[in-house]
């Protein structure tokens, strides 16, 4: 079972997750070893383009794509192109790509074989870049999800499994990096980014977390009245932490096999947990 990024989900993309996404967008390709001017860019499950947009405005040719058709209709105007294509099926041949970043795409996946398909559309010594979510309970993110259950929420049977199955693995930094090496990426490096966001609107953490798949199909079933008290209740829990958060993500980097080397020389934006 797959999460479902449906037209409820689309929609709130960008103003509501991008909160939390768009700031990891750019650590993300700040630890890009390919220089981004004048490169050949694939934005793999780009979402609403939180990579695409920033990696275009640093002078890269970017391509996006995406499983979801209603995703990549919700972003915002943009100069780069989109593909809907999964990511396990993607039409490029070897070769076409410098760099492929994929922002919190493999949790959802097997990572080796997303890594894999990732790797398969890039020119020898070409650079994956990945993130995903940090096992491991995050404060902030628990206290909304507490009141959300208080309120009827129950985990969909995807999450579940992502959380059971998917997350041990591609929240793990030893574990992912394992992974990437099964791919056939070398030069792998993995580590945890726990980055102060600079959210400062409890209620925008909230509606954060209330526009990601898990609930986002959930909360719109919700009596309006309801979901204000809701966001209200959420709010006022995470109130106390939210100038302190720093959601722990695991960034990932590794290169293909072959010459020539990447352009750049790394920066490793760093922050622990
Ligand atoms: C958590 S969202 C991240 C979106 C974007 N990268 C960002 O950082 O805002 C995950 C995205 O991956 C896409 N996705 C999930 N499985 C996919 C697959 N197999 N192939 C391509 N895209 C996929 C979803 O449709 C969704 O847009």
Known sequence: MIATYNDTVASGWHNGAGVVYRPLAAALLAACPVELSGAAVLDAGSGTGAV????????????????????????????????????????????????????FLINHLDPETALRALAATLRPGGAVVASTWATGTDPVKAAVDAILVDHGWRPPAWYQDMK??????????????????????????????????????PRAVVT?????????????????????????????AVAPQVCEWRPAAVFLRGRTPGYPRPRRSATRANASR
């Open 52 to 103: 695409a947009s920033l990696a275009a405005a640093a002078g890269a040719t970017v391509v996006a794509a995406d499983l979801s058709p209603l995703m990549l209709a919700a972003r915002p105007p943009g100069q780069w192109p989109a593909v809907v294509a999964d990511v396990l099926a993607l039409p490029f041949a070897r070769g076409t790509f410098d760099a492929a970043i994929a922002a």
């Open 164 to 201: 059971a199955v998917l997350d041990p693995v591609s929240g793990d930094p030893d574990r992912l990096a394992e992974r990437a090496r099964g791919a056939g990426l070398i030069d792998v490096e993995v580590w945890m980014h726990a980055e102060n966001l600079g959210v400062r609107d």
């Open 208 to 236: 954060y977390r209330l526009a990601t798949p898990q609930f986002a199909s959930w909360a719109h079933t919700l009596d309006e009245a309801v979901r204000r008290r809701l966001v209200d209740l959420a709010a006022t």
